[in-house]
């Protein structure tokens, strides 16, 4: 098992049209590729953890990466690990711009953290535990 976690710019600010059409695309083609993981958007920004086998989760990304919808890719950690963490979903997904995330206990801490904060690339193990918090997150 492989996780492979980044964060990265929107190009353009995607409405919930070409959030849901995202996200159909990936869970779809993640399912085939028994690749899970969770997506989360906030103010123009994202932040994706991948998990699966190791080469199909490195393929998925360099597609990931080529994708125009956004740039500044940076990874924060990639990743051997015993297990998948996100395994109820294809592609977990949650738009933290949406007033109901804002109710999800323990989020309130990072409200105020942009997805791109020094915090998340230099400290990897924050960044896992602020992931966590919407592994319980009914969606
Ligand atoms: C932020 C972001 C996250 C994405 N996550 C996934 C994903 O988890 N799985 C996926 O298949 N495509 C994802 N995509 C879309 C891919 O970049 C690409 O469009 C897709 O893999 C192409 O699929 P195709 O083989 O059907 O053409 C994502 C795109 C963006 C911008």
């Keep these: 098992m492989f996780q492979l976690l980044y964060i990265s710019n929107a ?3 995607l409405n919930d ?11 779809k083609k993640n399912a085939g590729l028994n ?11 994202f932040m994706q953890i991948l998990e699966g086998d190791e080469t199909a989760v490195r393929k998925l990304f360099a597609e990931i990466s080529d ?3 956004h740039q500044n890719i940076t990874v924060i950690f990639q990743k051997r690990c ?4 996100f395994t109820d979903w294809s592609m977990g997904f949650i738009n933290l711009d949406d007033e109901w995330a804002k109710s999800i206990p323990g989020y309130t801490s990072f409200l105020e953290t942009p997805l791109d904060s020094a915090h998340f690339v230099d400290d990897p193990s924050l960044t896992m535990q ?3 918090i919407f592994k319980f997150a009914k969606l």
């Excluded at 690749?35 to 920004?45: F, H, S, W």
């Excluded at 015993?82 to 963490?85: D, N």
Aim: proline share 9%.
């Design 11 to 13: 190009t353009q600010p």
């Design 130 to 132: 602020f992931l966590y």
């Design 67 to 69: 994708d125009p919808r």
């Design 82 to 85: 015993p297990t998948a963490v």
């Design 17 to 27: 049209t070409d959030l849901v059409a995202l996200l159909k695309q990936a869970r």
């Design 35 to 45: 690749v899970t993981g969770m997506l989360l958007y906030k103010d123009a920004k």
